[in-house]
């Protein structure tokens, strides 16, 4: 029996659909791999190849981590540079995902603390960072990640201009930051993360250190799953110390 052109050309044009489908999952799944071992960089190239909006912000994340906790201090403002693009790319892709508005956040945020108090004023960070976080729980309202990103956005801006400037210029609040940091640590009990970043934000806020201590303490006894948790555990650790000396 004869196949008639067309008939050949869909075929051809399904199969190319079929084996596409799985190579981009294949993709993200190694960039996911490359993240948990800590190439962060070969995670991002992985990511970013896999494409969609998904890919993208993970690419961006990934990015970040390497910039803000690994690479030479020379080579992130290039790094984050990239990162910024990928997060604006995977948010134009999909504007009503939280998740992109996460790794917008995270990027943001992450570059805001290598810059001084007037660069990141100058870029709008305060209140790019605040707005981007807010949609994020809109669109997920039971998102702990969203809530640590906002409790340590509370923090950090209430400890950087004062509690009364902070509240009149951004509606930041240490009440806020606390109750968010609660909520989430609820929702979420089992995590590394969260207790270290409200043990970092009452550090800032020159708040209860022994409940610093504490939150320290309980983010060090759970086991690192990944790359990014052991740097975190480095971080705790070194926390801890720091406190522990001061009395």
Request: charged share 25%; glycine share 6%.
């Amino acid at each position: 029996m004869l196949i008639s052109p067309f008939r050949t050309v869909v075929a051809a044009a399904l199969l190319a659909a079929m084996t596409a489908l799985p190579a981009a999952a294949g993709s993200l799944d190694a960039a996911r791999a490359a993240h948990t071992d800590g190439r962060f960089v070969e995670a991002a190239d992985l990511a970013e190849a896999a494409g969609g909006a998904r890919g993208l912000a993970f690419a961006a994340e990934s990015l970040a981590v390497q910039a803000f906790y690994v690479a030479p201090e020379a080579d992130r403002p290039a790094l984050f540079e990239r990162a910024l693009a990928l997060a604006a790319r995977a948010l134009e892709a999909e504007p009503d995902a939280a998740f992109t508005h996460m790794a917008a956040a995270r990027v943001m945020g992450r570059h805001g603390q290598t810059l001084t108090t007037d660069e990141a004023r100058e870029l709008g960070y305060g209140k790019k960072i605040r707005d981007t976080l807010k949609r994020a729980l809109e669109l997920k309202p039971d998102s702990a990640q969203a809530m640590i990103g906002l409790a340590a956005w509370h923090a950090r801006v209430v400890s950087v201009v004062g509690s009364f400037l902070g509240r009149i210029a951004y509606g930041a609040r240490e009440k806020t930051a606390h109750e968010l940091f609660d909520r989430a640590l609820t929702l979420v009990p089992g995590e590394k993360v969260p207790p270290y970043e409200y043990a970092r934000a009452l550090r800032v806020l020159e708040g209860d250190m022994d409940r610093a201590k504490e939150l320290l303490r309980q983010a060090l006894a759970l086991p690192a799953k990944n790359a990014y948790q052991r740097i975190i555990d480095e971080r705790a650790a070194a926390l801890l110390a720091e406190i522990e000396a001061d009395g």
